[in-house]
Structure formats: structure tokens, C-alpha cells
């Protein structure tokens, strides 16, 4: 069973450019999570998306920043009119829906983002 | 508001020595995980080693084990025989339930 991937794992950018991530949840797993992860820092929470739905996205910056997951294919996260503070590392995360509170997320090996 | 704080931004221990990192947490929840995460250079993020918040009994993974103080809200890991390939950032998270807060890492570097 393949683990969660994601592409590009690492992207330039010049500043005004869009970046689109991409990450394919583990085979089973409905629910995806995006964190951040700035130089020298924890990961920190953007968003959590079920198939087409966005259920907590109380992380994401209010402007620029979006993110999907379709019925089909792969969760997108896209970055419009990238900026030099936009650079860091973005990580996936997947998860089941077991049904309980709690399910174990499972981490993609992160897209590096490098704004120039 | 739910914080994890690691205190130690850098330690470093001799092979085949035992060193202990430290973590707190704050949370009003009752039940909950808590996570040690190795990220080495590749920045790929490894799970070392998780706790639930029910369970009295510490935690164990080979040479990895936590000391676990609900009521200090206190979750340090513990490395037994340290090895070369034990040198990365580690991270400690919480998550009550879906939303990981992580801290700001701790640098370990094990020395030859």
C-alpha cells in the first residue's frame, strides 16, 4: 500500500507566479489535512478537506491561498501571486474515516516550495 | 488555546548514550494524543512514538520511550543507545482531534 505522495517535491517559483501542489491520499483514506512548515518551525494547520468538501480551514491565509479535493484525483493546494514569505515546506496528510474522533494521520514527504 | 512547547532547541549526546527531550503541552481536553516526530534532513516525517492521553501506561518503541505526566501536562522522550541515525530535528504533537499542533523541534545531534 503506497504511502500518501506528493508532487511536485520541490517547486520554484519567481514572485507573482501561481503554485500548485498536489498530494494523492493513501489508498482508503477519504480525509486530507495540509500543514505548513516555515524555516526553522513546527508544522502548523491549514486545512482539512473531505471529497469535495472543505471542513476546517481556519489555517489558511485569507487571500492567495485555496485548496480542493475532488470527487476525482488528487487535493490540490494553489497558491496565487506567490511571495518571497510564501517559501517553506508544505506537508499532506491523510486519514480513514473510522468514525471515531480520532484518526491517525498518515504524512506525505512534503513539497518544498522556493519563491524567488 | 492548545500550545506544545519544546524548551531545547538543540541538544547533543555521545553514541550509545541515553538523552531525554522535553515537551509540554496545554490543553483543556480530556482525551487526547500526543506524537514524538523524527524529521531527518530529508524532511520526511517519521512517527516515533504515540501516547493516548487514557492510557496510564508509558509508552515503549525499541530504544524510544516517553515519560507521560497528564497532570503536568508533560511528554519528554526518552533515546536509549543512541545512534548516528538518531541525529534529526524531533517534534512533539498533540492533537485532540484532527487538528496536529506540533511544536518548534528539538535539533538532536548524536556524536561518533
Known amino acids: 500500500n503506497a504511502g500518501v505522495m506528493q508532487n511536485p517535491r520541490h517547486l520554484v517559483r519567481r514572485r507573482g507566479q501561481e503554485a500548485r501542489l498536489r498530494c494523492s491520499p493513501m489508498k482508503g483514506h477519504s480525509h486530507v489535512y495540509w500543514y505548513r512548515q516555515l524555516p526553522e518551525e513546527g508544522l502548523k494547520f491549514m486545512v482539512y478537506l473531505q471529497k469535495e468538501n472543505i471542513i476546517d480551514e481556519s489555517g489558511m491565509p485569507k487571500e492567495r491561498f485555496s485548496a480542493e479535493f475532488p470527487k476525482e484525483g488528487p487535493s490540490i493546494l494553489r497558491i496565487q501571486q506567490v511571495v518571497r514569505g510564501d517559501s517553506a515546506a508544505y506537508f499532506c496528510?491523510?486519514?480513514?474515516?473510522?468514525?471515531?474522533?480520532?484518526?491517525?494521520?498518515?504524512f506525505g514527504p512534503g513539497t518544498r516550495l522556493t519563491v524567488l | 488555546a492548545q500550545t506544545v512547547t519544546q524548551s531545547q532547541p538543540e541538544m547533543s549526546v555521545q553514541e550509545a548514550e541515553t538523552v531525554t527531550l522535553s515537551c509540554t503541552y496545554d490543553?483543556?481536553?480530556?482525551?487526547?494524543?500526543l506524537f514524538w516526530y523524527k524529521q531527518p534532513p530529508s524532511r520526511q516525517m517519521i512517527l516515533v512514538i504515540r501516547q493516548e492521553a487514557y492510557k496510564q501506561q508509558n509508552a515503549t518503541e525499541n530504544r524510544f520511550s516517553v515519560n507521560f505526566q497528564k497532570a503536568a501536562k508533560s511528554f519528554s522522550l526518552k533515546i536509549s543507545d543512541s545512534q548516528l541515525g538518531d541525529t534529526a530535528m524531533y517534534f512533539c504533537?498533540?492533537?485532540?482531534?484532527?487538528?496536529?499542533?506540533f511544536g518548534t523541534g528539538t535539533r538532536l545531534k548524536v556524536l561518533a
Open positions: 496528510a491523510s486519514s480513514p474515516n473510522t468514525g471515531s474522533s480520532y484518526n491517525e494521520q498518515f
Open positions: 504533537a498533540f492533537t485532540g482531534t484532527y487538528k496536529y499542533i
Open positions: 490543553t483543556s481536553e480530556s482525551n487526547y494524543y
